[in-house]
């Protein structure tokens, strides 16, 4: 089992800064992927950006340039610095985590709020 943990979340005006965490515990070798998901009210869960085990990144087109995932090895953390906050980034941020072997697993977060005001 794998265990993620976010936080970093909150309020933050239009033009401003945040940066989430996510710590991953448990069974976390052979973690292939961690990503960054967020899910506004009544919409689905989007993917916000991506890291490979191998340091690859991608991101949605509505973040490029302004959202940057990290990830410290040592400490276990990825991390997603968000700039230039936008209202429409208002949601409720996961961490997400997969394991490609004879199983793809898949290990969630509990999610954590950021709300950007205008």
């Known amino acids: 089992q794998v265990q993620l943990v976010e936080s970093g979340g909150g309020l933050v005006q239009a033009g401003g800064s945040l940066r989430l965490s996510c710590a991953a515990s448990g069974s976390i070798a052979s973690i292939n992927v961690m990503d960054w998901y967020r899910q506004a009210p009544g919409a689905q869960r989007d993917l916000v950006a991506r890291i490979t085990s191998g340091g690859s990144t991608h991101y949605a087109d509505s973040v490029k340039g302004r959202f940057t995932i990290s990830s410290d090895n040592a400490k276990n953390t990825v991390y997603l610095q968000m700039n230039s906050l936008k209202p429409e980034d208002t949601a409720v941020y996961f961490c997400?985590?997969?394991?490609?072997?004879?199983?793809?697993?898949?290990?969630w977060g509990q999610g954590t709020q950021v709300t950007v005001s205008s």
């Open positions: 997400h985590a997969v394991k490609l072997g004879t199983y793809k697993l898949d290990y």
